[in-house]
């Protein structure tokens, strides 16, 4: 891909960079919101202590962690394309 074509798919393309960040993060305010409520039912039971909060914040790790992998692999694509914005240390020569 080149730069070009990845600037006009940032938002537009079913797969875009913007469509696919918006998932993620949709995701892992999902997975918040259900740990807040986790949290609040072990209120009402008198069981919120620091062991249990702990765990609670261990489900948002997954969540976090793919969210950086993917920052990581598109930082590394835009870096490329910096490096070599045509992309002719890529093509192959005969």
């Not at 997975?31 to 949290?39: D, F, K, P, Y």
């Amino acid at each position: 891909m080149t730069p070009t074509e990845a600037i006009s798919t940032l938002n537009d393309a079913p797969e875009g960079l913007r469509k696919q960040l918006d998932r993620k993060v949709s995701e892992l305010g999902d997975e918040m919101q259900h740990v807040a409520q986790q949290w609040t039912a072990l209120g009402s039971m008198g069981a919120q202590r620091e062991d249990h909060a702990a765990e609670l914040l261990g489900k948002l790790r997954a969540h976090l962690n793919e969210l950086s992998t993917f920052c990581g692999h598109c930082s590394t694509q835009i870096t490329a394309m910096i490096a070599d914005p045509y992309g002719r240390k890529s093509q192959v020569t005969p």
